[in-house]
């Protein structure tokens, strides 16, 4: 299994409920396939630098998980036909980083 990071960005005008429940659909999907779930970071509401489907806020959070590249491939999938989703990015760690304890998008998640 290969260590991954999922930068997701919602939309910020949507209930805590709905953004939860893109975060248990991600959650389900890697527990499903076999993987294992990590760390999370969320940086709340920020805004965007540029507008993404007339939107000029962002709700942002990071999910750190263990999955084979073929659950990578279906969290693309689902996560690209979610409405609630502005924007997502999925970054396969290098195994040297995970080691060294130095994360890419989670080290400056305590802003």
């Known amino acids: 299994m290969r260590t991954y990071e999922l930068a997701l960005i919602t939309d910020s005008s949507i209930e805590e409920s709905v ?31 540029y507008p993404i489907d007339h939107h ?6 990071f999910h750190r998980f263990q999955a084979e590249p073929a659950t990578v491939t279906e969290l693309d999938r689902v996560l ?22 130095k994360a890419p998008l989670l080290r400056g998640a305590a802003r």
């Open 19 to 49: 953004r939860d429940g893109v975060t248990e659909r991600v959650e389900s999907i890697v527990v499903s396939a076999g993987g294992s779930l990590g760390e999370q970071a969320t940086w709340g509401r920020r805004s965007l630098i």
């Open 56 to 61: 000029s806020e962002g709700f942002y959070s």
């Open 80 to 101: 690209s036909i979610a409405d609630e989703v502005l924007r997502f990015k999925i970054v396969r760690l290098p195994e040297r980083a995970m080691q060294s304890g």
